[in-house]
């Protein structure tokens, strides 16, 4: 069973920093691209970054360019994604999601996600 | 960049009634690259369709999806009570991905 679990998710100051990671499970996760997607409260879907299985391949959405940085240890099934320079847009759910195949992005597999709040 | 435009932005039906709901894309895409998500209140997303109108492991044949090129629709064709969330329409390239704004499906 394809189970993914995020953490690291808090209450940081704008400006701030924040690890998250996602341990994943019931796949051999160095073949699957993973993706990070975000949920502002109240808000729609926002995709984040996306990461390619060998690691290779690394994409990241426009609002977080610069500032986030997604990596994976396929030696210990785990996506990671170090957040910088955090303002208050970024407040969110943030999820981890498996890519369904290769150079298919989209998700059938998602973590229960974790909140990330950017306040003083 | 696509812009994904879903309508309307709320949908107030009855349970048995038929739902049609919209995904129009700013720019004409490869259907093989749409997919549909609902997403109940705190839980995460659950893909219903991709490449348009292929339906995920699991989910119900009530939920049929087709369009092309701009226009894509999802149709749900007799709403269960637990059919009433939000969904939402999404498109990837290479490098990126895109959502649309999502359609709220309520009980009328």
């Known amino acids: 069973e394809v189970q993914l679990l995020e953490s690291g998710g808090g209450l940081v100051q704008p400006g701030g920093s924040l690890r998250l990671s996602c341990s994943a499970s019931?796949?051999?996760?160095?073949?699957?691209?993973m993706t990070w997607v975000r949920q502002a409260p109240g808000k729609g879907l926002e995709w984040v970054s996306a990461?390619?299985?060998?690691?290779?391949?690394?994409y990241y959405a426009d609002s977080v360019k610069g500032r986030f940085t997604i990596s994976r240890d396929n030696s210990k099934n785990t996506l990671n994604l170090q957040m910088s320079n955090l303002r208050a847009e970024d407040t969110a759910v943030y999820y981890c999601?498996?890519?369904?195949?290769?150079?298919?992005?989209?998700?059938?597999?998602w973590g229960r996600g974790t909140l990330v709040t950017v306040s003083s | 960049e696509i812009v994904l435009t879903q309508s309307p932005g709320t949908l107030s039906l009855s349970p048995g009634e038929r739902a049609t709901l919209s995904c129009r894309t700013s720019?004409?895409?490869?259907?093989?690259?749409l997919a549909w998500y609902q997403q109940k209140p705190g839980q995460a997303p659950r893909l219903l369709l991709y490449?348009?109108?292929n339906r995920a492991t699991g989910i119900p044949d009530r939920f049929s999806g087709s369009g092309s090129g701009t226009d894509f629709t999802l149709t749900i064709s007799r709403l269960e009570p637990e059919d009433f969330a939000v969904y939402y329409c999404?498109?990837?390239?290479?490098?990126?991905?895109?959502f649309g704004g999502g359609t709220k499906v309520e009980i009328k």
């Open positions: 990461i390619s299985g060998d690691g290779f391949w690394i």
């Open positions: 999404q498109h990837y390239t290479t490098s990126t991905v895109t």
């Open positions: 720019q004409s895409v490869n259907s093989d690259y």
């Open positions: 999601a498996k890519n369904f195949a290769t150079g298919y992005a989209y998700y059938e597999y």
């Open positions: 490449g348009a109108s």
């Open positions: 019931g796949f051999t996760f160095s073949s699957y691209a």
